[in-house]
């Protein structure tokens, strides 16, 4: 089992930046492939950032390349959503999720694939 908890949310100016954490409850998360997710009012989950378990590997959906980044320091057994230039329709609750890969791997899989593990959210409002 893994436990995942997400913090780093609040309001924020739009242009602004925010900077999420996941952290894990095992010392061992780079045995994990780690993304982000994020539930918008009245829309469906969507993902948001993947990273392979190698950490050699990123994959951004097209609305946020260039503004967010996804990074991981296994020393902390954290996993980061580097937010810069926040736009108001970035507003939703953002999730960590992961799945145990073993050993070192640069697969990614599709946006609707199943992870097994969950935060519970951290809530990100951008004002206009």
């Known amino acids: 089992q893994l436990q995942l908890v997400e913090s780093g949310g609040r309001l924020v100016q739009a242009g602004g930046s925010l900077r999420l954490a996941c952290v894990a409850s095992?010392?061992?998360?780079?045995?994990?492939?780690v993304g982000w997710f994020r539930r918008a009012p009245g829309k469906e989950r969507e993902g948001v950032a993947l990273?392979?378990?190698?950490?050699?590997?990123?994959n951004y959906i097209d609305s946020v390349k260039g503004r967010f980044t996804i990074s991981r320091d296994n020393a902390k057994n954290t996993v980061y959503l580097q937010m810069d230039n926040l736009k108001p329709e970035d507003t939703a609750i953002y999730y960590c999720?992961?799945?145990?890969?073993?050993?070192?791997?640069?697969?990614?899989?599709?946006?609707?694939?199943?992870?097994?593990?969950w935060g519970q959210g951290t809530q990100v409002t951008v004002s206009s």
């Open positions: 990273m392979s378990n190698s950490g050699n590997r990123t």
């Open positions: 095992r010392r061992t998360v780079d045995d994990f492939l």
């Open positions: 999720a992961a799945m145990y890969i073993g050993s070192p791997s640069n697969w990614l899989p599709p946006w609707n694939y199943g992870f097994p593990f």
